[in-house]
């Protein structure tokens, strides 16, 4: 039996039950358009992880005490806080250290025109924030060190901030009032792709030491390192002098054991580590959930092809009768089930690129990623609707070529 009279008999076959056909197709559809969403989804949101941190630098390092109990960490008194001696002796006496900011965070009432946010995050630091942790300014600039020596009352807007307050307009020389007084804006930051940080206002270190209460100590230091390759060095050394400083800081049997040390140190190579591996397993979660879609749809084709195979039974064993071999019978079956998921496999292809180009143009507000479609997402959409054609379509088949013909005549009366 040439291939093209198998598929002219599918198709026909196909055409005469259009409705059932459809309703059919239905699933594959909605399996084949969840698989390339959720991918392309998956794939965007690790993008946006990815392009959070690709402007900070690999130099970059957090220093903390860790004050609460984490597994079998140890933890630190809160009667020992990081201060600027701390700072100072990091800065002076670790060889791996090219550089060291401070940061303290306060909480205070913003207010700029008539928008007041209770809860505004302001975190204190130095003028070499930028150089130290990649971050830019998209508006005016940052506050300089002139400006944190006299103690000005001047200020930097997280992104998201300034849309908060200002909303489209230019900030750059405009005034926030912050915990009753006035702060005249400098600049904005470039968004860092997360709502939290990207809310924050940035004050200069002494007018906050000295204009604000509650900035005594330091919540975290930003230390920079000589190099990439130095950052490990700098871990051990920047531990090793806290320790001598605070001698009644608990030490681990492995004094650098990340895990188990009261002193908390991050590379911003591991935040992109773990943010990956984490994006990662979001995305095979996805996977999973279209894959569950599309075996729904694929158990409809089997269901179906085993009516169809009832439904002709008589067909069958007259086809058998006048010479139809078993592998032609099989290759009918199984050309109606491809068939099936192929055309449900496009529609759903379209459909899915519809809905990934609906949520691209989503406002930035709805926090949702842009998705990327890429071409091994739809070579495993291609793959797996021609694979679920097969697989759910060769039980059917072999059913109806295993049917004896004169049974199958005698059932036809």
């Known amino acids: ?53 690709e402007g900070w630098s690999e130099r970059l390092l957090t220093v903390q005490f860790v004050y609460y109990s984490w597994g079998d960490n140890l933890t630190v008194p809160y009667s020992i806080r990081l201060n600027t001696d701390d700072l100072n002796a990091i800065r002076d006496e ?28 302001v975190l204190a630091t130095t003028a070499e924030y930028c150089e130290v942790t990649g971050n830019s300014t998209v508006q005016g600039g940052f506050f300089t060190m002139e400006d944190d020596q006299k103690m000005a009352r001047v200020c930097v807007l997280g992104s998201r901030a300034k849309e908060n307050y200002f909303e ?101 190579q591991n935040w992109v580590t773990e943010r990956e591996q984490t994006a990662d397993s979001f995305a095979l979660l996805l996977k999973v959930i279209g894959g569950l879609s599309l075996l729904i749809g694929g158990v409809g084709v089997m ?11 008589p067909e069958i064993g007259l086809r058998k009768a006048i010479g139809a071999r078993r592998r032609d019978i099989v290759s009918q079956f199984i050309a109606e089930s491809i068939m099936i998921c192929l055309a449900g496999g496009t529609i759903g292809m379209a459909v899915a690129f519809t809905v990934c180009r609906y949520l691209e143009r989503m406002p930035a507000e709805a926090n949702i990623p842009d998705p990327v479609i890429t071409t091994w997402a739809m070579a495993i959409a291609v793959a797996v609707t021609v694979g679920t054609g097969l697989f759910f379509g060769v039980y059917p088949a072999l059913q109806a070529a295993r049917l004896n013909p004169i049974e199958a005549l005698h059932e036809g009366r």
């Not at 092809?305 to 039974?313: I, Q």
């Open 1 to 53: 039996m040439l291939i093209w009279d198998i598929l002219r008999g599918a198709i026909r076959s196909l055409v005469s039950k259009r409705t059932r056909t459809m309703l059919t197709m239905l699933g594959i559809i909605v399996g084949v358009g969840s698989v390339i969403v959720m991918l392309a989804y998956g794939e965007g949101q690790k993008n946006e992880i990815m392009a959070r941190f």
């Open 94 to 121: 670790c060889s791996a250290v090219s550089n060291a900011i401070p940061e303290a965070m306060g909480r205070f009432t913003g207010r700029a025109g008539s928008i007041t946010e209770d809860d505004q995050f």
């Open 168 to 268: 489209t307009m230019d900030v750059v020389g405009q005034y926030l009032t912050i915990n009753g007084s006035r702060f005249r804006i400098v600049g904005v930051l470039e968004s860092v792709g997360h709502h939290w940080l990207d809310r924050l206002v940035y004050i200069p270190w002494r007018t906050a030491t000295n204009r604000l209460p509650h900035y005594d100590t330091i919540d975290e230091i930003n230390v920079q390192a000589v190099s990439a390759s130095k950052a490990g060095l700098a871990k051990r050394q920047i531990r090793e002098l806290l320790h001598l400083r605070y001698p009644s800081l608990p030490v681990p049997d492995d004094m650098h054991d990340d895990e188990l040390s009261p002193i908390y140190m991050k590379c911003i």
């Open 303 to 313: 269901n179906i092809m085993l009516v169809s195979v009832h439904e002709r039974t």
